[in-house]
């Protein structure tokens, strides 16, 4: 399936920090992250528990869909959705390369 530059251009993909993570109360592969993209604080819901610690997640700049309609996901809310790569079994994050300020856009 093929999109329209134009439907891609409603995506609205951003940078964010991970400030926080929580395991996720009914969930095994799912951890709960506080994300700052810029707007305030908000949570994502992923599915990343497998490939990440806590300790690995916090402070790290990743990229999200900013303008994604929340979702619940095994009972928790997900106000966006990040971006990760995968490769087999290996799940990997994109991040950026430099520091950039969270709210950033990508372009």
Do not use: W
Not at 10 to 19: N, P, S, T, W, Y
Not at 92 to 98: A, I, R, Y
């Amino acid at each position: 399936m093929t999109i329209s530059i134009q439907d891609f251009s409603e995506i609205d993909l951003r940078v964010a920090e991970i400030k926080a993570v929580e395991e996720h109360p009914n969930a095994d592969k799912l951890l709960v992250l506080k994300i700052d993209a810029g707007d305030g604080e908000r949570q994502l819901v992923a599915g990343i528990k497998n490939h990440y610690s806590a300790e690995e997640l916090i402070g790290r700049k990743i990229i999200v869909v900013n303008n994604l309609a929340p979702a619940v996901l095994r009972g928790v809310e997900s106000q966006g959705m990040l971006l990760a790569a995968r490769d087999d079994d290996k799940v990997v994050l994109l991040t950026t390369e430099k520091d950039v300020k969270s709210g950033s856009k990508v372009q």
